[in-house]
């Protein structure tokens, strides 16, 4: 299974940015869709932006739409997320994933390797 390491997480005025990084190990991250989710306390945890293999899909949550941003370097084993007009309800612990494609889905739980996550809080 691939490890997965999640960076870029912090505390942040509202209405500020932050760039979340996934750095992937292995040799297969190229042939996977990745995905940021997160998770606040006593929520579920949810999709955030997913990404296929080639960058030709990408999912964004209709809570982010237009102010996050999910890219991926596969020469570098890299996925990022750019989060620009952050909002106190963004405040959660962010998780990078990843799964075989096999097909293009959005669901966390068909997704197989995690990361250890990276605390983003966001300040009223």
């Known amino acids: 299974q691939a490890q997965l390491v999640e960076s870029g997480g912090g505390l942040v005025q509202a209405g500020g940015s932050l760039r979340l990084s996934c750095a992937a190990s292995?040799?297969?991250?190229?042939?996977?869709?990745a995905g940021w989710f997160r998770q606040a306390p006593g929520k579920e945890r949810e999709s955030v932006a997913v990404?296929?293999?080639?960058?030709?899909?990408?999912y964004y949550a209709e809570s982010v739409k237009g102010r996050f941003s999910i890219s991926r370097d596969n020469d570098k084993n890299m996925v990022y997320l750019q989060m620009n007009s952050l909002k106190p309800e963004d405040t959660a612990t962010y998780y990078c994933a990843t799964r075989v494609a096999t097909r293009f889905t959005t669901t966390p739980h068909e997704f197989s390797s995690w990361g250890q996550g990276t605390q983003v809080t966001v300040s009223s």
């Open positions: 990404i296929s293999w080639n960058g030709g899909n990408i």
């Open positions: 292995g040799r297969t991250f190229r042939s996977k869709h």
